[in-house]
């Protein structure tokens, strides 16, 4: 007798098992979580040149599929454009994020980044013309309350800023980052919207590895940072993120072909979760609770926006459906 979770009644096709899509969700936000653990583990690695070894992995993950599926390396005439830009957003995105992750603490850049569902629906409303309702301009002033807890200014906060990593000056150059990486992500995500699924996932993926690739190159020329690293621990570590990075991509990807976007995203918040408890074990950093309070603004935000999103899809479906 088979388990109930392979069987398919009638032809229908049912989900492989119920809460699977949940499940990979969780074991992408983790594979994430380590990668960034590693990243602040590198000692003597520029952030740009460890995003150069990540897009060289995901170049060698995407080449045998476009090849197979026979996409091309270009794409359609009137989508290289969308394309172009994916990639440069993209990979600045990642770019961005590697650096805040190195000079400010792991917790307070991701929470930071979880605003991005907050960017998303006001570039949206502004780009693509969706509706943008008062509950939308509400999660997004929570999300900026939330950033401010975590970067606090010393106007506000005074000139004894505790809890952060190094300098205040590092701490604010991370915020700017992680700020500028959650809406070069949500500028992707838009496109992403704009393009369809009139290009090929291989597709997007491998212009967000060439077009990042040659930034890094050129970049670290320019900064004359590039070098092989150190020691052989930092060049385990980079081996790892880009097998890490690439497996929670991956995994998050086989969510969200299973499992509707609304659950995903409000799971994906365990990332923030994880964030807090690998930098307490492995980093001996407890974060401040300026920091968890940021994080509590910044999550209920993005788990309200993407709960919002679900139920206006799910009503349409329904609607469609009648």
């Known amino acids: 007798c088979l388990p109930s979770c392979l069987l398919s009644v009638a032809g229908t096709k049912k989900t492989a098992c119920p809460g699977l899509g ?24 520029h952030s740009v040149e460890v995003s150069a070894f990540r897009c060289i992995f995901q170049m060698a993950f995407v080449l045998p599929g476009l090849i197979y599926y026979k996409t091309g390396f270009l794409g359609p005439k009137g989508k290289r454009i969308f394309l172009f830009f994916r990639g440069l957003l993209g990979s600045s995105a990642m770019i961005l994020l590697y650096y805040a992750f190195q000079v400010m603490p792991l917790a307070d850049a991701t929470v930071i980044t979880f605003s991005s569902p907050v960017f998303t629906s006001l570039l949206a409303w502004i780009f693509l013309k969706e509706k943008y309702s008062v509950w939308d301009l509400l999660f997004t002033l929570f999300t900026i309350t939330g950033v401010i807890l ?113 659950p995903v995203a409000i799971m994906r918040t365990m990332d923030v979760v994880f964030a807090f408890i690998l930098q307490i074990l492995f980093l001996n950093h407890l974060p401040t609770w300026w920091t968890v309070g940021g994080a509590l603004c910044v999550v209920a935000s993005s788990s309200g926006t993407a709960i919002r999103k679900w139920r206006q899809s799910s009503k349409k479906a329904e609607q469609n459906e009648i």
């Open 22 to 45: 949940l499940f990979y969700t969780l074991l992408s936000a983790f594979l994430f979580s380590v990668a960034s653990l590693f990243l602040k583990k590198i000692e003597d690695v």
């Open 150 to 262: 975590i970067a606090r200014p010393p106007f506000l906060f005074g000139s004894n800023v505790s809890g952060i990593e190094g300098s205040y000056s590092d701490h604010l150059k991370g915020t700017i980052a992680a700020i500028a990486s959650t809406v070069s992500a949500a500028s992707t995500i838009v496109i992403l919207r704009k393009v369809g699924k009139s290009v090929h996932y291989f597709l997007s993926i491998w212009y967000y590895a060439v077009i990042g690739l040659i930034g890094c190159v050129i970049a670290l020329f320019v900064m004359n940072e590039w070098r092989l690293p150190y020691c052989g621990k930092d060049r385990v570590f980079l081996i790892l993120i880009g097998i890490l990075g690439l497996g929670g991509q991956i995994f998050l990807t086989k969510a969200l072909q299973i499992e509707k976007a609304g």
